[in-house]
């Protein structure tokens, strides 16, 4: 199974392409590896998951002009 290959059949396909390195709890950490072995989904797709509802839970977070910015360069948001 790749990284890079989402396995949720209830999404449309991404790669996962970008990379970051974030330092959290360690017990946030030790459930992510469990989660991932008991769902054979990658590490990286569960974060990418849980930041991208993180993200929509918390638009307030982000300069109002961002995603009018966004929207108008690559059409996404």
């Given at each position: ?20 390195t ?9 459930y ?26 918390h ?19």
């Amino acid at each position: 199974m790749s990284q890079n290959k989402p396995q949720n059949p209830y999404r449309e396909p991404f790669a996962l392409t970008g990379t970051i390195t974030v330092t959290v709890e360690k017990e946030v950490a030790e459930y992510l590896k469990v989660m991932a072995e008991h769902t054979k989904i990658p590490e990286g797709e569960l974060v990418n998951t849980a930041m991208r509802r993180f993200i929509s839970a918390h638009s307030d977070y982000f300069p109002r002009e961002f995603f009018k910015k966004k929207r108008t360069t690559d059409g996404n948001v």
